[in-house]
């Protein structure tokens, strides 16, 4: 398919560099988050955030090339005036980084559910549109957002090309014994209900970077990847595939997270429904918003507030993170039984990226496996790739940032290149 996509050509030693400008949209029920890259330094030249659309108070968050940030009040009834005003800001002459919007050369979603549908990014044409509306009912909070994102898109700049970035697709290839529930087999065959696993980008990214970062080959290597950050999932990677993972059918199983409980008794069910008074929607509430560190803390889904809490001697706040930490332990040593042994743990995400203490007491609990850090280092890696295991450690632990945006960006490019 011929492609319209704006290029600028820069001669270089007679190659031809391609500079393309990718536009990655995070759209959720009432946000748009956004990043601009140019991708020929893989660089973010715009980014910011759209809050509370649909609500009176809305408002545009975003950084000025200088790094200043600025807030523009509006009211933003839907997406598509959402998109409008991130476009507009996008070019405006003020804090503009494009002189127009024809040098935008396509746009990269990230999408929540594939279902079974997508184990890659792919491009989207109607047939793909149509398969996002059919895993709404997987997806319901997020999917007819990323839709509307989608529509906006397609509706104010009909020329570019979008990609669709799953958080899903990464899971897809595991097999059957680890994705399915064992209820009654016809629950998989008529409604799909099996385990999806979700942060797909996320353990994609970081296992892969890993590797790289290392020098290594993804062939041959066993890596658990633990993304802990407000939302939690960790992920069996083995040739660069991922075998198993922690989140489920919804992202509310699993370690336990800022505001999700992670796995509970499902035979608890009809006894909590009838106790509390509870329903299938206010359960739902119950287990993904109300739960987690939040639920048992009392103080915060936050672990910046629950440390400070702890520091100031709340006990609620400390048997929060015990519990955190000890699941963590717990699926970590299951995922490596899973693999029959690992070579490399990666921490990611805001918890895993930052937080020293957590990594400290997470790989404590592990050393029945070899697992030894180096104290000193692990204490000054925040946010920066960099191996905090001894020498000696028979599980090298490392620590690589995530970024989703640029994978999404980095997918789009590659598809809309082809
Ligand atoms: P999300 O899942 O929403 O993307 P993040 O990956 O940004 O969330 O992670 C947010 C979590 O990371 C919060 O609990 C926050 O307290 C925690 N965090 C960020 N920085 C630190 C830090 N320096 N020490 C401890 N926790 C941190």
Same mark, same amino acid.
């Given at each position: ?218 062939? *041959?290597?066993? +890596?658990?990847?633990?993304?802990? =950050?407000? /939302?939690?999932?960790?992920?069996? @990677?083995?040739?660069?595939? #991922? ?97 029959? *042994?690992?070579? +490399?743990?990666?921490?990611?995400? =805001?918890? /895993?990226?930052?937080?020293?203490? @957590?990594?400290?007491?997470? #790989? ?55």
């Amino acid at each position: 398919m011929l492609l319209s996509i704006h290029i600028e050509h820069t001669k270089f030693k007679n190659h031809i560099i391609f500079r393309m400008k990718i536009l990655v949209l995070n759209c959720g029920s009432s946000s748009i988050k956004y990043k601009l890259f140019e991708m020929e330094n893989r660089e973010v030249i715009a980014q910011g955030g759209i809050e509370k659309i649909g609500l009176k108070d809305s408002f545009l968050k975003f950084t000025l090339p200088s790094g200043e940030k600025k807030i523009i009040e509006k009211e933003i009834p839907e997406h598509t005036a959402g998109v409008q005003l991130v476009l507009d800001t996008l070019t405006s002459k003020e804090y503009g980084v494009l002189g127009s919007l024809d040098e935008l050369d396509a746009v990269g979603h990230r999408v929540l559910h594939g279902g079974q549908a997508f184990s890659e990014s792919v491009l989207i044409d109607s047939k793909v549109e149509k398969a996002i509306e059919d895993n709404i009912e997987l997806g319901p909070l997020h999917n007819p957002a990323n839709l509307k994102g989608i529509n906006a898109i397609k509706a104010i700049l009909p020329k570019v090309p979008q990609v669709a970035v799953f958080d899903t697709a990464f899971h897809q290839t595991m097999p059957e014994k680890a994705f399915l529930y064992a209820l009654p087999y016809e629950y998989y065959e008529k409604y799909a209900v099996r385990r999806y696993g979700f942060h797909g980008t996320s353990h994609r990214y970081v296992s892969k970077r890993v590797c790289d970062f290392l020098g290594i080959k993804q062939e *041959g290597t066993k +890596i658990i990847t633990a993304h802990i =950050g407000n /939302g939690g999932s960790l992920a069996a @990677v083995k040739d660069g595939k #991922c075998v198993d993972t922690t989140m489920g059918m919804t992202p509310a199983e699993g370690l336990v997270m800022g505001t999700r409980a992670g796995e509970i008794d499902p035979g608890m069910l009809p006894y909590v429904f009838s106790k509390a008074g509870l329903d299938a929607e206010s359960f739902n509430t119950l287990v993904n918003k109300k739960s987690g560190l939040l639920g048992i803390s009392g103080v915060s889904s936050d672990m910046r507030d629950l440390i400070s809490a702890i520091e100031s001697g709340n006990k609620r706040a400390k048997l929060a993170l015990d519990m955190f930490e000890y699941r963590a332990i717990k699926l970590i040593g299951s995922f490596v039984a899973a693999l029959n *042994g690992a070579d +490399i743990l990666v921490f990611t995400g =805001g918890i /895993g990226e930052n937080s020293d203490p @957590v990594r400290k007491d997470i #790989c404590d609990g592990l050393s029945y496996l070899g697992i030894k850090i180096d104290e000193k280092i692990n204490k000054t890696v925040h946010g920066k790739e960099q191996i905090i295991s001894t020498p000696d450690s028979k599980i090298q632990v490392i620590v690589i940032p995530t970024d989703e945006e640029l994978t999404i960006a980095s997918d789009t490019e590659e598809i809309v290149s082809k």
